[in-house]
């Protein structure tokens, strides 16, 4: 069964420091990695996507993909206390058609 | 610009009651639709998906259904609710055809007693 699993499960940052999200597939079938952020009681958006191996950077956030260990990650710098919230990643297979699976999370708290 | 709107806010049903969800999108022709299910503490889930009007595919077997009768309309909905079916609800949206960025409405927060 496809799995994706995050870690850690919960990450306490400092204001202005560094926070460091991980997303591993369990399956192979692995063709397409979505993070989204959800703030509490409210639904998810969509933060970035990354399908090529390498690194993506948009503003504070940056994505790094390795396809070889079906690897993602996540990193804010200069994390701010409105990024405390949880943070999902998704993964598409390449069998799968429509159906995103979804990790448990990360839930991070930015503290000033 | 896409609008997504989901109805109601919240519901507080009773269990063995009726459900009926919705979901409506503005600015946006012949989308994928989606509904997802967030159990309290829980990841996200996907239930239904459908790439065209009258055509619904389950992906998980809830006890829940659902249709689309309009190009711009995902209904979620079950004869009885269970206790199990408390959580968060939500419809998502993505382009026709190969594209696979899913974005989601406000979601509907369900309680059953």
């Known amino acids: 069964q496809q799995k994706v699993q995050q870690s850690p499960e919960s990450l306490i940052v400092p204001e202005g420091g560094m926070a460091s999200l991980n997303c591993t597939s369990s399956?192979?079938?692995?063709?397409y990695f979505w993070w989204y952020r959800q703030h509490s009681g409210k639904s998810p958006k969509m933060l970035m996507s990354i399908f090529s191996n390498g690194e993506k950077e948009e503003g504070r956030f940056t994505v790094h993909l390795n396809k070889a260990s079906l690897h993602t990650s996540l990193h804010i710098r200069d994390s701010q206390p409105s990024d405390s919230a949880l943070y999902l990643c998704a993964a598409r297979y390449g069998s799968s058609g429509n159906k995103l699976i979804f990790g448990i999370g990360t839930l991070l708290s930015v503290k000033p | 610009a896409q609008t997504i709107h989901q109805w109601p806010v919240a519901e507080i049903k009773a269990v063995g009651s009726p459900l009926s969800l919705g979901c409506t999108i503005k600015g946006k022709s012949s989308p994928n639709l989606y509904w997802y299910w967030q159990a309290t503490g829980g990841t996200l889930q996907q239930l239904f998906y459908?790439?065209?009007?009258?055509?619904v595919e389950s992906v998980v077997q809830l006890n829940l259904s659902a249709s689309r009768p309009k190009d711009d309309q995902f209904i979620l909905s079950t004869e009885k609710l269970l206790l199990s079916h408390s959580g968060f609800y939500l419809c998502?949206?993505?382009?026709?055809?190969?594209?696979?960025?899913?974005?989601f409405g406000p979601g509907t927060r369900l309680t059953v007693l």
């Open positions: 399956d192979r079938n692995v063709d």
């Open positions: 998502a949206w993505s382009n026709g055809g190969a594209s696979y960025e899913q974005y």
């Open positions: 459908s790439i065209t009007v009258g055509q």
